[in-house]
Every structure is written in structure tokens, then in C-alpha cells.
């Protein structure tokens, strides 16, 4: 067993900013799959938008946040983020993370940091480090993390399941409400699992988008924070709104990458493959449209024409912004042969987002005592039905902030009897070989009935699938010794059947939800969340 005051299960921009605050008050272990690098923070391009301009107002973001939002997300927590936007960007300023400054020759001010515009936004407000914002962010807070003696690190260590009560021997006693006291954690290179155990734990294990086979996410994005609590008793909350970038990299041989949508705001415009324009057909905005809609539009289009791929121009964008700006994207278009400066760049939309998932307050407070959840992997009510560009890691450095500056007080816990991991000696690997197909068979249900547009009978069909996979993968589960790739398939497969089970239950389009039998939105039955 391994103690600490905190717990942190995930290594993004959430999981280090909490670890930096509860330090303060504790001891704290951070778990993560992988590297500590390997998340979907690393991988963010665009920026953190805020209100940072003498021209823009927070009132401005606010609207544009519930509009980009279809009018689902909760104004209060809406407002609080936004107004904590400026000062919590500062404290990333402090940290040492290098943004895009419009002056080389000043300091990393607030005031001096360069500013675009993304899709939805009516202002520039998006702060930037060229086309790698996350990897900024995380080599700053990597390196604070790591040279701070109250914060432990355990790479390649993966939560198994969430220590609550139903893993208490019955001599304990009925002991009321639910309660988390830490996890079971594989050591995913001895295939170990040992208990961690913690006053409070911070879900940080960002979104799921590796449930659908093509998407911009790491292959760590299995769902598994949103699993395990789903599977110990709280809440998730708008699960069907799965948002989809428009804009990843298109490739026959299936691989991808993301097209920030800084691109499309410095001027960049997307064609059909006869070089036509369409977007202006769709939205005022056009090329700047919210994501939900630009990415139906080129569905539609796509679809209309039996086409898999669309363009994105950025030939008339100024060619020193293409390079300064851009040179993560313009150096991986170069090893496909594009220059950006010349070429058109395929693309086509991909799972990208979850704007639900575990439901939490501003706080991270979940429904389960002493469990926190910050980031992509919760439900807070700022995205609504669709998130507005560049609000995802404001939301996920605000609520981790808050989590850990207001809610790391600790108090005595009286833990129970935890008893250990208890799983089989045997592995059977003939028996694995066949339902290890499942993940792939996942991914290609969730991206052929469950994607952009979809429809109550093939939601129906894919739910009925899906049923049957996790029946097979829990009985895998409970019956061998437990392996990091058992573990995500299930925790995928959990996630699924939320996705589908939430579409069905919403009988309208709204947002980055589209399905054909109810093509309107109804504000007067389905202005709500969907709980599970």
C-alpha cells in the first residue's frame, strides 16, 4: 500500500495544476498511463481564450461560449470561468509557460501576449505558443511538478478501479453515501496492481475520443476516468455531445493529426474538391462557424458528393504567419509532401471532444465524497451541447485551480479495511487474441452509426452491439489477470454504451448532436442535461 494525502489519476494540464496547488496543503502522487507528456494536453494546438483585449468584454465571451454551446451550458459557470480566465493565465505566465508575445523585444506580460480568433469567437482572445500551446504548458508545469519534493511521480501506472465501498469487506459494516479512499493501480510494467492509498482523489484522465477509429486524440484517451466513475456510482452527464473537429489531416492509411482552427482564423478557407467554397452556404460566420456546424457542413457535403476528404486553403494567408505561426502544422504537412504555403491540405472531420462526462461543480466536486474530477473527463456545464474553441483548457486550469486551492483543506479520514487486488494467476492468451478485436470493433460501430449525423435506428443497432461486447469483455475481465489493454477495452466499451444510450435519449439536434428523426431543437422538452 501507498499513501498520500492526494491522489491524482492523470498527468494533462488538470491532473499537474491540482498536483501543484495540493501540495500546498499535502502530500500528492500523480498515476499516469504512459509519460507524464502523454495526454491531449500535450497535444493542443490552438490557445487558452481569454479576455485579454481593451476591444473585447466578458460579456462577449460569455455569450459566445452559450451560443457555441447551443444554449445548454450554465451561464453562472460560464461567467465564473471566463471572469477567473485572465489571472489564472497569469499563473501560467509565472510558471515559466512560453506564449506568443506580440513584442519580442517586452516581457511575457498578460498584456503583451498575441492574440487570434477561433471558430465562434466574435473577438481575438485566443493566447497561443505558435501551433503548440499544450506542449508549452505541459514542459512548464512537467518541470515545476518535477522539482517539487512534495509531488511523486509513477509513470506507466494506470487506475484499475476507483477504492470505494464496494470493495469493503462486509464486516465493516453498511457505512453510508459513497466514499473514495484512492485506487487500485496497475504497475503496467510488472502487470502488478498495488493500492494507493489517499484522503482525496482528482480525476484527470481527459476525454475518450479512441472510442471511435478515426480521431486526433492520443491512444491513451480510453475513457478511463468516466468509466471507473461511472462504474462506482456517479454521475455523467451529456454524453451524447461528442464534438468533432473539422479540420484533422486527411490520409488514406488512416493517419491523422490535428489542422488548428487558428488556421481557419488567420484567413485560411475550405474548398470541395473541385475548389469550390461552401461554408458561406451554412452560417454568417462561414469559415469561422462554430465546430458543430462546420463540421455537419462538410459532412453534408462530403456525403452529397461520395467524397471521403475536403481542402483546407491557407494559400492567400500571409506566408511568415504560416510559418512563425504554424510550424508544427507546416512540418508535418511537408512530410506528406504539402507545403501549406502552395498546396491545399486534406481534411475531413474527427472525434476530437467530449463535452460531457462525469458531473461535476466549478469545484470538481463529484457525487462520490473525496472525489474530484477536473478537465475533459468531467461535466461542469461551461461547453454545453458543443464547446467553443479554446475554452477547454481554460476549463480545466480553472476547475483543477479551484479544486486545489479551495478544496485541499484535509481532515482526519477514518479508512477502512482495504483488502488487495485479488484476480487470477492465468492470462488466456488464445481466448484474448479473439476478443482483442473488440477494440477495433468498437471503434468502427461508435464511427459508422454514432458519428456526426446520426439515426435512431442505427443507434439502436449500435447499442444492441455494444451490449453484447461488454458482456464478453467484463467476462474476459473477471475471469484473468488484469492488463492495461483489458482494462481500456472495458472502460472503452463502458463508455460507448453511455455515448449511444445518452443520443437516444435526446429526441432532437442540438449542438454536436444531429440526428436525423429530430432534426429541430426543442428548447421546450430537451433544454436540459442528460444524466446517467
Known amino acids: 500500500m501507498k499513501d ?52 473585447d468584454s466578458f460579456e462577449a465571451h460569455i455569450q459566445d461560449t452559450y451560443i457555441a454551446g447551443a444554449e445548454l451550458g450554465k451561464k453562472e459557470v460560464i461567467k465564473q470561468i471566463i471572469n477567473e480566465a485572465p489571472a489564472l493565465l497569469k499563473y501560467l505566465l509565472d510558471l515559466g509557460t512560453d506564449f506568443t508575445v506580440r513584442d519580442e523585444n517586452y516581457d511575457r506580460s498578460l498584456e503583451n501576449l498575441s492574440l487570434t480568433r477561433e471558430g465562434g469567437h466574435s473577438r481575438n482572445r485566443v493566447a497561443y505558443a505558435a501551433d503548440s500551446t499544450g506542449h508549452q504548458i505541459m514542459e512548464a508545469l512537467i518541470k515545476n511538478c518535477l522539482s517539487h519534493p512534495g509531488i511523486t511521480i509513477y509513470e506507466h501506472h494506470m487506475a484499475v478501479d476507483l477504492i470505494t465501498q464496494h470493495h469493503i469487506p462486509q464486516r465493516e459494516g453498511f457505512i453510508p453515501g459513497i466514499t473514495c479512499w484512492g485506487a487500485y493501480v496497475l504497475d503496467t510494467k510488472t502487470n502488478e496492481v498495488e493500492i494507493f492509498r489517499a484522503k482525496k482523489t482528482m480525476l484527470a484522465t481527459g476525454g475518450a475520443a479512441c472510442i471511435y477509429s478515426h480521431h486526433t486524440n492520443p491512444e491513451v484517451a480510453t475513457g478511463d476516468g468516466m468509466a471507473m466513475a461511472h462504474l462506482a456510482g456517479a454521475r455523467l452527464a451529456n454524453m451524447e455531445f461528442i464534438q468533432f473537429h473539422p479540420t484533422a489531416f486527411y490520409h488514406p492509411d488512416g493517419k491523422t493529426f490535428l489542422i488548428s482552427e487558428a488556421l481557419r482564423g488567420e484567413g485560411a478557407v475550405l474548398r470541395l474538391q473541385d475548389g469550390s467554397t461552401f461554408m458561406e452556404k451554412y452560417h454568417p460566420l462561414g469559415n469561422l462557424a462554430p465546430r458543430d456546424i462546420v463540421s455537419q457542413a462538410i459532412d453534408t457535403e462530403l456525403k452529397r458528393r461520395g467524397e471521403k476528404f475536403c ?20 512540418k508535418m ?27 461535476a461543480t466549478i469545484d470538481g466536486i463529484t457525487d462520490i465524497r473525496n472525489l474530484y474530477a477536473a478537465g475533459e473527463v468531467a461535466c461542469t456545464g ?41 484476480h487470477p494467476d492465468e492470462f488466456n492468451e488464445n481466448e484474448w487474441v479473439v476478443i482483442s478485436h473488440n477494440r477495433e470493433t468498437i471503434g468502427n460501430v461508435m464511427q459508422g452509426y454514432v458519428g456526426i449525423r446520426r439515426s435512431r435506428r442505427l443507434l439502436k443497432y449500435a447499442l444492441s452491439t455494444m451490449e453484447n461486447i461488454f458482456t464478453e469483455i467484463n467476462n474476459f475481465y473477471q475471469h484473468n489477470r488484469v492488463r492495461k489493454e483489458v482494462i481500456e477495452t472495458r472502460n472503452m466499451a463502458v463508455i460507448a454504451d453511455m455515448v449511444i444510450r445518452s443520443a437516444l435519449s435526446r429526441k432532437e439536434s442540438r449542438g454536436a448532436h444531429f440526428v436525423i428523426d429530430y432534426p429541430e431543437r426543442d428548447d421546450t422538452n430537451f433544454k436540459i442535461d442528460t444524466i446517467i
Open 4 to 55: 498520500y494525502d492526494f491522489l491524482v489519476i492523470g498527468s494533462g494540464i488538470a491532473g499537474l495544476v491540482y498536483a501543484l496547488e495540493a501540495s500546498k496543503k499535502g502530500s500528492v502522487a500523480v498515476i499516469t498511463k504512459e509519460k507524464i507528456n502523454d495526454c491531449n494536453t500535450d497535444y493542443a494546438q490552438g490557445g487558452i481564450a481569454a479576455v485579454l483585449d481593451e476591444h
Open 311 to 330: 481542402y483546407l486553403d491557407a494559400t492567400q494567408v500571409d506566408k511568415k504567419v504560416l510559418q512563425e505561426h504554424f510550424p508544427y502544422i507546416n
Open 333 to 359: 504537412c511537408k512530410q506528406y509532401g504539402i507545403d501549406i504555403t502552395k498546396d491545399y491540405i486534406p481534411v475531413a472531420p474527427a472525434a476530437h471532444y467530449f463535452c460531457g462526462g462525469v458531473l
Open 382 to 422: 461551461l461547453h454545453g451541447a458543443n464547446r467553443l474553441a479554446s475554452n477547454s483548457l481554460l476549463e480545466a486550469l480553472v476547475i483543477a485551480y479551484r479544486a486545489g486551492h479551495y478544496h485541499s483543506n484535509l481532515e482526519p479520514v477514518d479508512f477502512p479495511e482495504i483488502p488487495e487486488w485479488h
